[in-house]
């Protein structure tokens, strides 16, 4: 089974900040990874897939990067409405596998 | 307008069963693979099982093998999640996901709730 180590496990930061949250593959994956963001009793939405292609109605301040084993999803000035839970998700084989999620705290 | 809404959650007993439905509309059902994926309380995200868009492909988590059955009708663009010998773990709200074959999950249910507790 491929795990996905993600990080950080939870993150505080400030309206305007730039952050990023890494998700580290046991082994290369090449770019079958998909970013979720999960709000308090709602399913989960996708924001990144294929790494690094924004999901339709995404705000660009969201974006994904890397390939193989390590990928990283970079929000570039937090807004109050994305304080949240971050998920990856690999899809390169089964069973298919979430990071443990990084969840996003205003300071 | 796409849309999945899961059903057949509820309370049981260690040792016993329950079915889950998802019902999808607004897209070509047959077109996509359709999974379970769950979520215990206060826990991340776990992938539990997925059938291809013809029925011919299925996976399941180790945690579920041989405890649960995913089956679709295309007919009638309904998904289903038999689960049977549930344990105290299986306590998760259960989400319905839709994806193109070998991709990930681009549209999610709400969820239904499963508790089993004696």
């Known amino acids: 089974d491929i795990q996905m180590t993600q990080s950080p496990s939870s993150l505080s930061a400030s309206v305007g900040d730039r952050v990023t949250i890494t998700c580290r593959a046991s082994?290369?994956?090449?770019?079958?990874l998909a970013w979720y963001q999960q709000k308090p009793g709602k399913a989960p939405e996708r924001l990144i897939y294929a790494a690094s292609s924004l999901q339709s109605g995404v705000p660009s301040r969201f974006s994904g990067s890397g390939s193989g084993t390590e990928f990283t999803l970079t929000v570039s000035s937090l807004q109050p409405e994305d304080f949240a839970t971050y998920y990856c998700l690999q899809h390169n084989s089964f069973p298919r596998t979430f990071g443990q999620g990084t969840k996003l705290e205003i300071k | 307008e796409v849309q999945v809404v899961e059903s057949g959650g509820g309370v049981v007993k260690p040792g016993e069963s329950l079915r889950l439905s998802c019902a999808a509309s607004?897209?070509?059902?047959?077109?996509?693979?359709m999974s379970w994926i769950r979520q215990a309380p206060g826990k991340g995200l776990e992938w539990v099982s997925s059938i291809s868009g013809d029925g011919n492909y299925i996976f399941y988590a180790g945690s579920v093998k041989g405890r649960f059955t995913i089956s679709r009708d295309n007919a009638e663009n309904s998904l289903s999640l038999q689960m049977i010998t549930l344990r105290a773990e299986d306590t998760a709200v259960y989400y319905c996901?839709?994806?193109?074959?070998?991709?990930?999950?681009?549209?999610w249910g709400l969820g239904t709730l499963v508790t089993v507790s004696s």
């Open positions: 082994q290369g994956i090449r770019n079958d």
């Open positions: 607004g897209f070509i059902f047959s077109s996509y693979s």
């Open positions: 996901a839709r994806s193109i074959s070998g991709a990930d999950f681009d549209f």
